[in-house]
């Protein structure tokens, strides 16, 4: 397992509310610069209630967030937000060219058209749909879709990368390779990301802890070999066994 130096975002006593109902709540939670975490669990647990928290778009009832030794809550709200990327599980394209599509953040933070479109380039090479960039967003399949989505955030040069069960909707082919390639870029990159999943095989493949969320609660953080030997309570035991099987 990698080693880290001082965390890049710290939750402590977090918890989310909906009405009356409690659905998220993390005493504690780490992510260190240059990792890429894992959260695992079933749906409903709260795990894109987390990424959407994290990214200050839900606001949570209690709590600190610390980002780079700083309360989130002193950040500047666009400073903070412009930290990161979400990439959602549905990609969200918008009606144009897969360039126009990924240029469209850096047009919006000043960079000329000819930079923007130098940095795209890159990305697209990257993530193997250069022969993409002329091709409408409304005509790509769901890789393809999925593969600009991710290209659309990287080219921002995000500090921390948010991903929303990105592979879900995929067949299984396509999410393998999708799989296997952003694997090796985040690799090559250390981009801190911290990724959203209810597959077991996912988190093991792409993380390098996993952190088991389960009823809104981080049960238990560590590598994926010893959470499956030495699971902390039933709960974390069974959910590791329904994934297997």
């Known amino acids: ?5 001082a965390p890049l975002l710290e939750v402590h006593d977090v918890m989310v509310k909906r009405g009356k109902k409690t659905v998220l709540n993390i005493s ?3 992510l260190f610069p240059g990792e ?3 959260i695992v ?7 894109s209630t987390l990424l959407l928290t994290l990214a200050r778009l839900i606001i949570p009832s209690q709590g600190r967030l610390i980002y780079k030794n700083k309360p989130v809550a002193e950040w500047d709200e666009l400073t903070y937000r412009r930290q990161m990327c979400l990439v959602f599980q549905d990609p ?5 060219t897969v360039m126009e599509n990924v240029i469209l953040g850096l047009r919006f933070r000043g960079i000329s058209k000819p930079e923007a479109v130098k940095l795209a380039s890159t990305w697209l090479e990257r993530l193997n749909i250069s022969e993409l960039s002329e091709r409408k967003a409304s005509q790509l399949s769901g890789g393809e879709a999925h593969r600009v989505s991710l290209a659309r955030a990287l080219v921002l040069d995000p500090q921390l990368l948010l991903l929303d069960e990105p592979f879900s909707a995929l067949d299984p082919p396509s999410r393998g390779r999708l799989l296997d390639d952003l694997a090796g870029l985040l690799n090559q990159n250390h981009r801190t990301t911290l990724f959203v999943t209810h597959h077991l095989r996912e988190a093991a493949r792409l993380g390098d802890r996993v952190a088991v969320l389960l009823d809104g609660k981080v049960r238990q953080v560590g590598s994926m070999e010893e959470i499956q030997r030495h699971p902390l309570d039933d709960q974390v035991a069974e959910f590791v066994v329904s994934e297997q099987d």
């Open 1 to 5: 397992m990698k080693e880290f130096g």
């Open 28 to 30: 504690e939670l780490t």
């Open 36 to 38: 890429v975490l894992g």
């Open 41 to 47: 669990g079933p749906n409903g647990a709260g795990k």
């Open 92 to 96: 969200l394209l918008l009606d144009g």
